[in-house]
C-alpha cells in the first residue's frame, strides 16, 4: 500500500510511497500527524449482486476510508482525539468493519484511499487491510470482536464477582487482611480491562491514559502484598519501598500525562517496574511451592506462567520489541490467576473454619467433661449432704427417743423398783410411753408432713384417752397450704407442743373442755401464718406462774423451728398459740 503524509483532500499531488502494512507511526523518524493510505484493488472475480466488505483487524487513529472517491465508512477510535497523550495507555481493540455493494466497485482496477489522522504526532497504527466478500470477511471480525471486546468483558464480569465475594470474606474476617488486598486486586484489574476496551466516559480522555496505565501497575502491588500476607511474611522495608515507588511513580506519571513530558518512555519505565515487581511476587510463589501443601495446587504454576508470559508479552508490545497490533493479552491471565489465587484463599478460609469448628467441638468436649465432673462431685455432695442429714436425724431421733420414751421408761422402772402396785399409775405411764412413740413414728410419715395431716393423725390417737377420763375435746382445723421445708424434725416439735399443751392442761387445769383450732392466717404485713390454739375451761394460768420444765420445752421447741409459742390468761382457762411462718411457692407458670 502507498503511503503519503499530509492533509491534502486528494494524495495524486503528494509524492507517495511504497509502505507494508501493518505500519506504526511510533517507529516512523518524522513526527508524522496526518496522511494518506491508497491501494489499487480488482475485484473482477466478484461476481455482480455479492455483497463486498472491508475489514481493519487494528487501527489506532481516525480514518476515512474511501473507494473510488467515494465514503464507505469512518474510523473513530477515541471520540477526545485532541487530549489523549499516550498512545500505550489505551489499546483500542474494537476492528473497523465496513460493508458495501458489489456496484460501488469498477470493473478492473479501484482505487482504495485511507485519510487518517492522529491524535498526538508519530502515534498512529494501521493493521493489515481486507476487502473481500461479506460473508467471508464477517466471520473474522466476529471472531476478533469476541476475542478482543466480549472476551474481555466477561472476564471483567467474573473476576468483579471475585471482588466482591472477597469483600464479603474480608468484612466476615477483617483480622485477616489478605482478603481486603485480593478484592482491591481484582477491583483494580477490573478497572484496568474496563479501559483497556475504551469506553467513553465524561473524564478526560488524558486522565483516562492515566487511569489505565497506573491501574497496571497497582494491580500488580497489591499482588505483592498479597504474596506477603498469603505466605504470612510482613518485609515492612520492602512493602514501603514498593508502595513509595508506586506513589511516586504515579505522581511521575500524572506529571508527564499533564504537561505531556515523554509520555510514551514514562510509560515503558513504569511498565518495566510493573513486570519486575510481578516477577518478584512470583519468585516469592516459586521459592516457597515445594515447601507448602497449600501451594500444590496444579493450577498454581498454570496461573504464575499465564501472568509471566503475558505480562512479558505486554512489556514487549509497549517497549516496541513486538508489533502493537498484536494487542496486550494481560488480560487473558486474569481467569487462571484470579480463580486460582481466590480457591487459595477461599481453601485458607474454609481451613479457619475447619479449626474453628475443632476448636469448637474439643470446647464443648471439654465443657462436657467439666459437666461430668461438676455432676460427679455434685452428687457426691448430695450424698455427703444426704449423710449428714441422715445422721442429724438419727441423732435427734435418739436425743427424742432418750428425751421421751427413755424418760418414761425410767419412770416405770423406778416405780416397778419402789414397790408401786398401783396399776392404773403404771398404766398411764405406759401409754404415755406408747404415745411418745406414736408421734415419732408419726413424724416419720411422709405423707403427714403437714399440719392438718399431723392434727388429724393427734386426735385418733387422743380422743380415747380423753373420753375415758371424761374430757371433752373440740376441733376446728381449716385448711392450711403446704409449708416449705416442713420436714420430720418441724413436724416431730410441732406434735410434741401439741402433746405437752394437751398434757398440761389434764393434768393441771382441772379443765372440762380442750378446744383446738388451726388456721392460716395473714398479718397486717402480708406475712403468713400457720396458727395452732390449744384453749381449755380450766382454773386458768397466773401471769407471774414461774414456769416449768414442760413450758420450757414447748419454748424451746418452738424457737428450734423459727416459730413463736404464746401462753396467756383466758376467762376461764388458758390459750397455748403456736404461730409458724411460711412462705406461699410461687406458682409455676409454664
Known sequence: MDFSAGEETSANSRAQKYQQLPD??????????????????NIDSIQ???????????????????????????????????????????????????????????????????????FKPGSGLLGAVYIGLDKQLRPYYERRITARITTVQIISACILTIAVFM???????????????????????????????????????????????????????????????????????????????????????????????????????????ALLLGGYALTRLALEYRHRDDLKNPFVPAGGL??????????????????????????????????TFATLLLERFTGVLREAESLNLELEMRVARKHDALEANFIKLREMENRQILADE????????????GGHLISMLSMIRSGESDSEKITRAIEATLSDLRIMIDSLDPNEHDIPALLGAMRSRLEPQLASSGMKFEWQVCEIPPIPDFGPR????????????ITNIINHADATLIHVHARAETTSNESQHAVIDIIDNGKGIAQNTRRGHGLNNMTRRARDINASLTITAESPGTRVRLSLGYTNPTPDNT
Open 24 to 41: 506504526d507511526w511510533l517507529h516512523k523518524p518524522e513526527a508524522v500527524e496526518h496522511g494518506w493510505y491508497s491501494a489499487t484493488v
Open 48 to 118: 455482480p449482486g455479492e455483497r463486498l466488505a472491508l475489514y481493519i483487524p487494528a487501527i489506532q487513529m481516525n480514518a476515512k476510508i474511501y473507494l473510488n472517491g467515494i465514503l464507505l465508512g469512518e474510523a473513530l477510535p477515541v471520540s477526545d482525539t485532541n487530549n489523549l497523550a499516550d498512545p500505550l495507555a489505551r489499546e483500542v481493540y474494537r476492528p473497523f468493519y465496513t460493508a458495501f455493494s458489489r456496484q460501488l466497485a469498477y470493473n478492473g482496477d479501484n482505487r482504495l484511499q485511507l485519510q487518517v489522522s492522529t
Open 167 to 273: 469483600t464479603v470474606l474480608w468484612w466476615l474476617r477483617k483480622q485477616d487482611s489478605i482478603y481486603g488486598w485480593f478484592a482491591l486486586l481484582v477491583y483494580t484489574w477490573t478497572l484496568h480491562n474496563l479501559l483497556l476496551l475504551g469506553y467513553d466516559t465524561p473524564l478526560p480522555a488524558a486522565f483516562e491514559d492515566w487511569l489505565a496505565l497506573t491501574s497496571l501497575g497497582w494491580l500488580i502491588v497489591f499482588m505483592a502484598i498479597c504474596t506477603h500476607r498469603y505466605l504470612e511474611v510482613r518485609p515492612a522495608k520492602t512493602e514501603l519501598a514498593i508502595l513509595t515507588l508506586a506513589i511516586a511513580g504515579s505522581i511521575v506519571l500524572a506529571i508527564s500525562f499533564g504537561w505531556n513530558l515523554h509520555p510514551v518512555l514514562m510509560h515503558r519505565i513504569w511498565s518495566t517496574f
Open 306 to 339: 499465564s501472568i509471566l508470559l503475558l505480562g512479558s508479552h505486554d512489556w514487549l508490545v509497549i517497549t516496541g520489541f513486538v508489533p502493537r497490533d498484536a494487542g496486550l493479552l494481560l488480560h487473558f491471565s486474569a481467569p487462571v490467576t484470579l480463580i
Open 394 to 405: 438419727r441423732e435427734r431421733f435418739m436425743k427424742e427417743i432418750h428425751d421421751g420414751v
Open 490 to 501: 418441724k413436724a416431730l416439735q410441732v406434735m410434741r407442743i401439741v402433746q405437752e399443751a
